[in-house]
């Protein structure tokens, strides 16, 4: 096998610019010493203003899937969790090993339109409601503002809403934490800044579940090299928004072409895209082909792919393969 | 293979069941499961580390003689005319031999004359040549049919009870789908155990899941309620958990604190259970590969009883992987007034202690 092309984990196909790259090593050569309370509120005051949303609204941590696990744990327990299902399987994977009650709303193709009518109606006793949005893997915003609205004042639990792939899209709800004790927004830098390597997620909440959190301040947070990153790639974000744009047109392209070979591609609001051939093991398939992409078969048939969008010269390689497991 | 078919198929015949494959060939219907067998020989990639054993003439040899393959002829033909009992008593004869799959090219009429021959002795495949194929016990294509073949040398497979429909080809005719389970058979399932990179894809093989729906259900029965347990290895997985060796496997059964108290239960025997029983729920698992709730094999819930029972009362069953493949449930009781009452969302028992919502229409 020549070259393997790896397009399976929703990452960024660009290194970091050289800034960035710089103030990690800042980190590391200093990585003898805790990282320090002014570091930290450096990093919380500059997604505040990226977010646009209180510093106090802020809390930080070792990537968006540490966060979700700890709130599926802390706010589990009372009661059945809602999930989305097909999800994130980050989510999936934690709900059902937590032992507790779980209710997964089906969304399919080719609309995946969540029933949020029903999703309230059965969700008022619940003490958590997980929805990422955009959905993960389908690619589709699940939630608007109003769904929203709604659900906060229906809901007598928590709703988390993921927006790992915020950038991506430019629709978020995190403002509305100031309106909602109960709504919790989750984000990451590993996507569009391109910082997956070295974990660095937040969230964004009220003082409530703030106060439920107070005691993983310190076992949560980023290391010294993720924050110095994350606030240098956080003081100019034109890097950032530059890679989204050349993300969007290569998804647009991505679009028509494989559309062009027969494939069913759903819209999507991220830096992947959702798939449907008539090939059986597709993912495993392209797999064979030194290309490897997402296989959501434990959510949805074998038939589907999840893609990253990478470089040009990456999505062509996928597109060729693609092109050679549906001719068999 | 069943040289005849799929060849009512474009002839608009619905099958060629009994007799009609001659009609079909007198309105001028083309042989296809040649066609589909070679497609299936073609793709296994493992051909030469097989031993196949065929079966004779038209009914597999003709074909696989054109392949450098290593085979044996099974049994004779004691007529050019080929019917049922020839594929039954070959199948039969090749149990003896020592297989470890059992592929068949053919229709739903086929894959009963195996299941009538083998029963669940062997794991078998079918390569889709029939008309209608609505049971699934057979690959997507012959292509996919090749692949597990594949698959199964690799020892990538789990092994699953399918259904076998027995759909009446007159009915069918008239435009009217008359579909009763008619048995299983055991059908080789790829895993996706597909690991791509950092991120796992979770299957649950689907006895462990079973199991597990089986348990929550049990746990949860209350002593005071009658359950009709409908058709299905789902529903079997929940007879099993309450130990009851009796499970009628295709029909309905009734069940109190924990007992059979009625076996293979038609539509009047169920009626009359009613009106024993003042707390009665239904338990179900949707039927064949259309995800057919109710309407489809399980015909003993009437629109009658449905009415008397509720949709509130009625539990439904499904593996994970089952619920995967589907986009909605389905209901076509005849009675539209039951049907909309079914119709919406319903829940899905489909682990320990997880249900999925899910949208019937």
Redesign the interface.
């Known amino acids: 096998m020549n070259r393997v092309v790896?397009l399976?984990?929703n990452e960024l196909s660009y290194p970091p610019p050289a800034n960035v790259i710089e103030a990690a090593k800042r980190g590391l050569m200093d990585s003898n010493r805790y990282l320090t309370v002014s570091d930290l509120n450096n990093l919380r005051k500059m997604l505040s203003i990226y977010s646009n949303v209180e510093e106090e609204s802020i809390f930080l941590s070792s990537g968006d899937e540490v966060l979700m696990a700890e709130i599926l744990l802390l706010f589990s327990k009372k009661g059945r969790v809602i999930i989305v299902?097909p999800t994130f399987?980050m989510i999936t994977?934690i709900a059902?090993s937590l032992?507790?009650?779980?209710?997964?709303?089906?969304i399919?193709?080719p609309s995946f339109n969540l029933?949020i009518e029903?999703l309230i109606e059965?969700a008022k006793d619940a003490p958590l409601v997980v929805i990422d949005n955009p959905n993960n893997p389908s690619g589709k915003l699940l939630v608007d503002r109003h769904s929203v609205d709604e659900l906060c004042q229906n809901l007598s639990g928590i709703l988390l809403i993921d927006e790992g792939y915020y950038e991506f899209c430019h629709f978020s709800v995190a403002d509305m934490v100031k309106n909602y004790p109960n709504l919790i927004v989750t984000r990451t830098m590993s996507k569009a800044f391109g910082l997956a390597g070295l974990k660095v997620g937040y969230m964004i909440t009220g003082e409530t579940i703030l106060e439920a959190f107070s005691s993983l301040n310190l076992p949560l947070r980023p290391t010294k090299s993720s924050v110095y990153a994350a606030i240098e790639a956080l003081k100019d974000t034109n890097y950032m928004e530059g890679n989204v744009e050349l993300i969007t047109k290569e998804r647009k392209g991505m679009i028509k072409e494989a559309s062009e070979l027969g494939v069913e591609v759903y819209p999507s609001s991220t830096n992947f895209l959702l798939m449907r051939t008539n090939v059986?093991?597709a993912?495993?398939k392209l797999?064979e082909l030194g290309v490897?992409?997402?296989?959501?078969?434990?959510?949805?048939?074998?038939e589907f792919i999840r893609v990253t969008i990478g470089t040009q010269d990456e999505n062509n390689v996928f597109l060729s393969s693609l092109k050679k497991i549906l001719n068999? | 293979m069943n040289p005849v078919a799929g060849m009512g198929g474009s002839v608009g015949l619905k099958g060629t069941d009994g007799d009609m494959h001659k009609k079909a060939t007198e309105l001028g219907a083309k042989p296809v499961t040649q066609e589909r067998a070679r497609e299936f020989l073609s793709?296994i990639k493992n051909k030469n580390d097989l031993s196949f054993f065929v079966a004779p003439g038209k009914m597999g040899e003709n074909i696989v003689n054109n392949y450098n393959v290593n085979f044996s002829v099974v049994s004779s033909l004691n007529s050019e005319i080929t019917s049922a009992e020839d594929t039954k008593r070959i199948a039969k004869e090749m149990l003896s031999q020592d297989i470890d799959l059992l592929v068949f090219v053919g229709g739903d009429g086929t894959a009963r004359d195996i299941y009538d021959a083998i029963g669940l002795k062997r794991p078998v495949i079918g390569v889709p040549s029939g008309v209608k194929m609505f049971g699934s016990v057979f690959g997507?294509s012959a292509?996919?049919a090749a692949?597990i073949v594949d698959e199964l040398i690799q020892g990538n497979i789990s092994i699953e009870e399918r259904e076998v429909l027995d759909i009446s080809e007159d009915a069918y005719r008239e435009g009217k789908l008359d579909i009763k389970l008619y048995g299983y058979l055991k059908v080789p399932e790829?895993t996706?155990l597909?690991q791509?990179?950092?991120?796992?894809?979770?299957?649950t093989p689907s006895k462990e899941n079973q199991k597990a729906i089986a348990q929550y259900i049990v746990e949860n029965m209350d002593r005071d309620t009658l359950y009709l347990l409908g058709p299905g290895t789902t529903t079997k997985a929940i007879a099993d958990e309450l130990e009851l060796v009796k499970k009628t496997p295709l029909g309905v059964d009734a069940i109190y604190d924990r007992r059979i108290v009625g076996e293979n239960l038609n539509e009047k025997k169920i009626l009359d259970q009613l009106k024993n029983f003042p707390k009665v729920r239904i338990i179900l698992s949707p039927i064949g590969g259309n995800a057919f709730l109710l309407g489809r094999g399980n015909q003993e819930f009437s629109p009658k009883v449905l009415k008397l029972i509720g949709k509130e009362n009625i539990i439904v069953v499904a593996t994970?992987d089952k619920?995967?493949?589907v986009?909605?449930l389905r209901v076509d009781t005849n009675d539209m007034e039951v049907d909309n009452m079914l119709k919406g969302?319903i829940?899905v028992v489909?682990?320990y202690?997880?249900?999925?919502?899910?949208?019937v229409t």
Not at chain 1, 99 to 106: E, P
Not at chain 1, 292 to 302: G, K, R
Not at chain 2, 353 to 359: A, G, H, P, R, S
């Open positions: 790896e399976n984990r299902d399987f994977q059902e032992g507790t009650k779980i209710l997964k709303v089906k399919t193709e029933p029903v059965e059986p093991h993912a495993r797999k490897i992409v997402f296989d959501p078969s434990a959510q949805l048939s074998s068999g | 793709h997507v292509r996919a692949e790829v996706g597909v791509s990179g950092k991120e796992p894809t979770r299957t994970r619920i995967n493949k986009k909605c969302y829940k489909t682990h202690n997880e249900e999925t919502l899910m949208e």
